[in-house]
């Protein structure tokens, strides 16, 4: 049977949804699931890691691990791994897997694959991952006995009904990186919520013109809980931060609701969100690209669409 | 009168004049060589037509009055310059007269007469010239000092001549000639004055002043016509009045290649160049001389600013100014001009490597303490220019602002390598992918999909080329027009075919942006496809291209028949293969594009086209035809962003809201964008539909 | 400083790339350089105007890189290798940190700067794994970076809570993000400057290792196949009056698509 390691994705204290992902599709394939929480004050998750799906729990708390560092970070998921005896270790999408994963792969002398959209056991192991900035899939043999993954955002679905058992292991504190100290973190201020932990992304572009615009948008993103995007000509034109342009350069996502509003569909802002499950469009033409790929066109000036966009959701919500 | 006097003054005044005439002359020669001494017979009829004719003063409907004044003043010097000569002998022989002049002949007589009229004209311009410096105070006036200055000498200069001419008829009629004063007194004619009616009344207003004063008077009018007439002619070179003298040559040498001048082709491989910063122009010595004749010539009457669109929208783009600061910078710099251009001569005689390495450390010292771009000339100047040529178009005597405008650009890019960083995204996409949206190449043809175009490689046997462009191809917009044109040109059983992704932009904006680098390597690979294919016709629906595939390919080796596809589709319903219904509804105009009209000469056949289809009435823009507005996208100014003054194209789409149509047609995909633009700013897009010509015919196909 | 750079030579993706029989088409494939990689030149040469570092590039595999490599000498840098040989055929991310490896110790580099990812791979593990192979501490998807002093650099990552302000001690390895800065475009005279300079080619031997030592014949992962990914269709275009159409999609995006 096979050994699957999941690195519980914990930010800010709450535990994310695809850490019961992973342990589902890990159960699914027949493995014995582990799961591995890094952080301060990580103990008191200990419960839903064990709801979340995992038989041993291991854990590395320590107050020195606070604000995320990739070298601690990784030497706890290094510890667990040899400790569990892990065939496979797993990390859900985000920054902080992409910094630790290939040090683990590293450490392990492991095969790393990133963003892997699924995954075969068998001799070989083999994954399925995007390539050449996501416009192709590429199938991926693994070549060595373990293998470090990260997994695309969305790519496995959480079983309702899995459960695990409590069985904690408590890992000694990491050694922290006296070379990379993390002296402060910036947080974004705006209160949203990051474009890569939303269910439902909401993206503004030209069709907003202005600063008023813009905001009369985000309205509608806060409505709905929605991490708030751009295109590029709006990050361009100084409206949106780089860091929430959805696109080729920026950030790709796929949530299960992309609304793209006021978004011509330009090729390079495809590329950002067109793994999204669903996607909504308002456009004020009726020949925008967007409606090429939008499961859900409105053809309207967003100004008249998206106030009403707003009533009719809060309507549908209560 | 004096012959001594006289000759002391004509030699002071003479040799002055020479040894600045000499300075002046020396400075250009110091200047780059320019080819100009050529084609004279057309060259000549220019300076008829535009100099001596004053076409650009009398022949434009705006600012017509003033332009009148102005040809008087120049016809009444042409004039009077004859009688300069006969008042200059005067004062060496009493009664001296010009031969076929004098009072033997009518032609003497009529000459006298048209001198007098002339005289009292010039009189009354001049004041009006007052009146119009000091009350009306037109925005585009420089009022200087030597505005005025000029003005009142000239003033002098008449009213000297009337007076000395007055006192002269008093004298002869009234009080007995007692000095003896020479005057035609011809029994068939009857007497000069007979014919001289200003003067005449001039004498009126004297002429109780008795004979001692009139004596008097005469005495001090002929000294002090003199007096100013040669101080006049030494302060001419001093200012803007130069253009005096320098005005005929310029036009005369002015370029005939306009309005579609080509910027000269760039040696991009030679070292030398790259050695002395020679490319473009950076530095002040760089002008050539007929630049520097330009410099000289501006008369500063500032019709070029009335029409900038820069300008108008407040961007720094001052030309007056501009040219101010150049010609102060190159006359501050004269002596090291020509120091340098005597070294540059012994550098090219001299063999030794030593020697000559000494003359190039020596050249280097040479260089103006100021930079050309920075100090003398603003960056915001150089680069808010749309090349437009609403400033050429207007000028009276032929200034070349935009070729001097795109050579600062190319000094600026090539050599101090100081141009607006916002252009590189589009220069990166032109030299990648062939277009300045930076889409993948492969994509080119994508809007064709479905419609039976084919391409030259699949059917290279084709009567025309339809040359697609990058607007053409990529922009959502223009992609509409690139389908309207095939659907016309299919519907006529017109045989063409498309380059598809062996399509290339043009260069047109890496050029005049100063990218003679990017250009020229765009070119080269267009070029060689067509010649490849060995294409000879060529329809396109972008001025833009139009104007670089007909007039600045052959530079390179590409010579093909151009043709817009206004000219293209007009032929074809004059020629019956299509015809057109009137079914486009509200009243509509047409904004000439700049490339399509200034530059290119075509205004009739988009009218032609978009009247036969418009069921509504046609009215003209108020800047229309030769003096159409610019949209603002040109020069490269697409590809940046307007952040100084007023935006361009809103200016533009503010004054078609005001001739008050339902449709604006344009020929143009960069005027397309930035007039639909415009309108959807001003929220009147609904209102107001921006139509390209092609689409207005497609949809009015009977 | 002294500093290496790394560059990689990439498919352009503004084109369509398509897949055929399990492998990428080639035919009309035009390559260029990795645009991260290009940021991280920027930022090398950047560190060289205002502090006067040194700069070195290295490019490894890729066929005839000459033209890359003359454009990043245009940027500024000052020296460049060519790393290539037949044995680096199937490298993966792994191999190629061995070959950095082997590059860094040859030299005497105080910092090693790449681009966060590549953009034919999406990997985005060579510069991480190449700093745990050298023992280096490591900052990746840097958005920020400036000098403290000759060992300490401030760097700011793109964190998942924010920007995280982070003193790195040098020798270093950071792969940055495309947005920390705009990387400038080659001018003609740099290029044609460039034209002049020499690209050290190198094979694995002349780098002073082997085959083996690399472990070239048994990379850690393969790529079997590619595949085309699923082309999105467009659904439902609603037209007319604005209350009316936004009030049926909302319904349907409740009801039917259940992700509200």
């Given at each position: 049977m096979a050994k699957i390691l999941v690195v519980a994705d914990i930010k800010q204290g709450v535990l994310k949804s695809s850490t019961t992902e992973l342990l589902s599709k890990a159960k699914d394939l027949g493995a014995e699931a582990a799961v591995v929480a890094v952080g301060s004050g990580v103990q008191s998750l200990v419960a839903e890691l064990v709801k979340a799906g995992s038989d041993t729990q291991y854990v590395a708390d320590d107050a020195g691990l606070e604000l995320f560092s990739a070298g601690p970070y990784a030497a706890a998921v290094v510890d667990a791994a040899k400790q569990f005896g892990a065939d496979m270790v797993w990390f859900g999408f985000s920054e902080s897997s992409k910094a630790v994963a290939p040090r683990v792969a590293a450490q392990l002398d492991a095969a790393c694959a990133t963003e892997i959209t699924d995954v075969t056991l068998g001799e070989p192991v083999e994954v399925i991952r995007p390539a050449i900035t996501n416009k192709v899939l590429q199938r991926v043999r693994i070549n060595t006995a373990q293998l470090v993954a990260v997994v695309r955002a969305g790519a496995f679905e959480a079983d309702e009904g899995i459960t695990g058992t409590e069985n904690v292991v408590q890992l000694a504190a990491p050694e922290p990186d006296t070379k990379a100290v993390v002296k402060e973190v910036v947080s974004d201020t705006s209160g949203d919520i990051d474009l890569g932990d939303a269910d439902i992304v909401v993206s503004v572009g030209r069709g907003a013109r202005n600063e008023a615009g813009v905001e009369l948008v985000h309205e509608l993103a806060r409505d709905l809980d929605a991490a708030f995007g751009s295109s590029r000509a709006m990050v361009d034109a100084g409206f949106m931060p780089h860091n929430k342009q959805v696109g080729q350069t920026g950030r790709i996502v796929a949530p299960s609701l992309y609304m793209a509003v006021g978004i011509s569909g330009a090729i390079q802002h495809l590329a950002g969100m067109n793994g999204s499950k669903v996607i909504m469009a308002v456009n004020k033409?009726?020949?925008?690209?967007i409606f090429n790929v939008a499961d859900y066109g409105i053809v309207g000036d967003l100004f008249e669409v998206v106030p009403i966009l707003r009533e009719e959701i809060k309507k549908v919500r209560s | 009168m004096n012959p001594v006097l006289m000759s002391v003054l004509l030699i002071v005044a003479l040799g002055i004049f020479t040894r600045t005439m000499i300075r002046k002359i020396r400075l250009l020669q110091a200047l780059q060589p320019a080819e100009r001494v050529n084609h004279i017979a057309e060259r000549v009829k220019n300076m008829l037509v535009l100099a001596v004719g004053q076409k650009r003063l009398i022949g434009r409907q705006r600012e017509r009055s003033s332009g009148i004044m102005h040809a008087f003043i120049f016809w009444g010097f042409c004039v009077l310059l004859i009688r300069s000569i006969m008042i200059y002998g005067e004062a060496f022989q009493h009664g001296f007269t010009l031969p076929l002049l004098n009072e033997a002949h009518l032609a003497g007589y009529l000459y006298t007469a048209l001198k007098d009229v002339m005289e009292g004209i010039v009189l009354a311009m001049i004041l009006y010239a007052f009146y119009r410096r000091i009350v009306v105070r037109p925005a585009r006036l420089h009022n200087s000092f030597e505005a005025y200055l000029v003005l009142a000498l000239i003033g002098i200069l008449m009213v000297s001549d009337l007076l000395y001419d007055g006192a002269r008829y008093n004298l002869t009629q009234l009080y007995n000639n007692p000095v003896g004063i020479h005057f035609f007194d011809n029994?068939?004619?009857?007497?000069?004055f007979a014919w001289t009616p200003v003067s005449v009344g001039a004498a009126s207003l004297i002429s109780k002043l008795g004979m001692e004063a009139n004596i008097v008077i005469m005495t001090i009018m002929f000294w002090l016509h003199i007096c100013t007439q040669l101080t006049f002619l030494n302060i001419l070179p001093l200012g803007k009045h130069f253009h005096v003298i320098t005005a005929l040559p310029n036009v005369f040498l002015k370029s005939l290649g306009y309005p579609h001048e080509k910027p000269k082709l760039l040696d991009l491989e030679d070292e030398a160049a790259w050695e002395d910063e020679s490319l473009g122009v950076n530095h002040i010595h760089q002008l050539d001389w007929k630049q520097g004749l330009d410099l000289y010539t501006c008369t500063e009457c500032g019709r070029c600013k009335d029409v900038c669109p820069a300008h108008v929208t407040e961007k720094p783009l001052n030309l007056f100014e501009f040219n101010d600061h150049l010609k102060h910078e190159l006359l501050a710099n004269a002596d090291k001009i020509i120091e340098r251009s005597r070294l540059a001569a012994t550098l090219a005689q001299c063999s030794d490597e030593a020697e000559a390495e000494k003359i190039r450390e020596r050249m280097a010292t040479?260089?103006?303490?100021?930079?050309?771009?920075?100090?003398?000339?603003a960056e915001d100047t150089l680069w808010a220019?749309?090349?437009?040529?609403a400033c050429e178009e207007v000028c009276p005597v032929t200034i070349e602002h935009v070729p001097r405008i795109v050579a600062m650009r190319q000094g600026q890019t090539l050599m101090a390598e100081a141009y607006p960083r916002e252009l590189n995204p589009a220069l990166k996409g032109l030299e990648r992918n062939g277009n300045p949206w930076g889409i993948g190449y492969d994509k080119r043809a994508d809007w064709a999909d479905g419609l039976g175009v084919p391409t030259m490689a699949e059917?290279?046997?084709?009567?025309?080329?339809?040359?697609?462009g990058c607007a053409g191809s990529f922009d959502d917009r223009s992609k509409k027009v690139s389908r309207a044109i095939v659907t016309i040109l299919q519907k006529a059983g017109v045989r063409f075919a498309i380059l598809g992704t062996e399509e290339k932009c043009t260069g047109d904006f890496a050029r005049k942006v100063g990218n003679e680098m990017l250009y020229q390597m765009s070119a080269q690979e267009n070029i060689e496809t067509l010649n490849g294919y060995g294409v000879k016709k060529i329809i396109t629906a972008c001025p833009h291209c139009l104007n670089t595939l007909k007039h600045e390919y052959p530079q390179l080796g590409g010579h093909y028949e151009v043709t817009h596809h206004s000219v293209f589709i007009a032929q074809l319903v004059k020629s019956g293969r299509i015809q057109i219904k009137p079914s486009l509804t509200g009243a509509l105009t047409y904004h000439d594009p700049c490339y399509l009209g200034r530059y290119n000469e075509i205004f009739d056949e988009p009218r032609f086209l978009v009247q036969a289809a418009a069921k509504g009435v046609y009215r003209e823009l108020d800047r229309h035809g030769r003096e159409s507005f610019c949209c603002g996208a040109g020069g490269g100014r697409m590809w940046m962003e307007e952040t100084i003054g007023k935006r361009i194209n809103l200016e533009r789409a503010e004054e078609i809201v005001s001739c008050q149509v339902g449709n604006v047609a344009v020929g143009c995909p960069f005027c397309l964008t930035m007039i639909e633009d415009g309108m959807k700013e001003l929220e009147k897009e609904e209102e107001i539909r921006t139509l390209d010509i092609a689409e207005i015919v497609a949809e009015s196909l009977a | 400083m002294k500093i290496l750079t790394t560059v990689k030579k990439v498919v352009d993706v503004e084109l369509n790339i398509h897949v055929q029989d399990g492998a990428i088409v080639e035919d009309g494939l035009q390559y260029v350089i990795n645009a991260w990689d290009e940021s991280g030149v920027e930022t090398a040469v950047q560190l060289k105007e205002n502090h006067g570092a040194e700069t070195t590039l290295v490019s490894i595999g890729g066929g005839d890189n000459t033209d890359i490599i003359r454009r990043c000498y245009a940027m500024g840098i000052e020296k460049g290798m060519h790393i290539d040989d037949p044995a680096l055929e199937k490298a993966d991310a792994f191999i190629y940190a061995r070959v950095l490896q082997k590059v860094f110790e040859k030299g005497d580099y105080d910092l090693v700067i790449t681009g966060k990812q590549a953009q034919d791979t999406d990997n985005g593990q060579t510069g991480i794994i190449l700093a745990e192979y050298l023992g280096l501490p490591c900052v990746s998807n840097a958005v920020g970076i400036e000098v403290i002093d000759d060992t300490h650099l401030k760097v700011t990552r793109s964190g998942d809570t924010g920007d995280e302000i982070i003193e790195l001690e040098l020798p270093a390895v950071v792969t940055v993000d495309v947005s920390i800065n705009e990387p400038r475009l080659p001018q003609m005279r740099g290029l044609m400057m460039a034209k002049k300079k020499p690209i050290e080619k190198l094979d694995l031997a002349a780098l002073g290792t082997s085959a083996e030592e690399i472990g070239c014949a048994a990379p850690k992962s393969e790529v079997v196949e590619f595949m085309a990914t699923e082309k999105r269709a467009g659904g439902r275009k609603f037209e007319g009056e604005a209350a009316d159409i936004t009030a049926q999609v909302v319904q349907l995006l409740a009801e039917e698509a259940k992700v509200l």
């Open positions: 033409d009726p020949e925008a690209p | 029994p068939r004619y009857g007497t000069e040479l260089n103006s303490e100021k930079q050309l771009v920075g100090d003398v000339i220019c749309t090349t437009c040529r059917n290279p046997d084709v009567d025309y080329l339809f040359w697609v | -």
